[in-house]
């Protein structure tokens, strides 16, 4: 079997994931600046995902300052009924 580099045109960046037949490799920036990694010969599925760094963190405080507003209104509303 011969091996070689998955070479793609994406910019190399934290946050992407990459699954070769549903098994996650390390990416790696090849080329001096794009997205990679090792792969052998033969007919693969590929998937690349990406998840930007921060995103839990601000979906968390997003949902906190959504029940903030919610418990002010409910508030609002019993003390000025």
Do not use: M, W
Request: hydrophobic fraction near 35%; proline fraction near 6%.
């Amino acid at each position: 079997l011969k091996k070689g580099y998955f070479v793609t045109n994406i910019p190399y960046e934290k946050g992407y994931s990459i699954f070769i037949d549903q098994k996650e490799v390390t990416p790696e920036i090849v080329n001096t600046a794009f997205l990679g990694c090792p792969i052998d010969s033969g007919k693969h599925h590929i998937k690349i995902t990406y998840q930007p760094p921060g995103y839990l963190l601000s979906l968390k405080v997003s949902a906190f300052g959504l029940c903030l507003t919610i418990l002010h209104i409910i508030y609002e509303r019993k003390t000025y009924s």
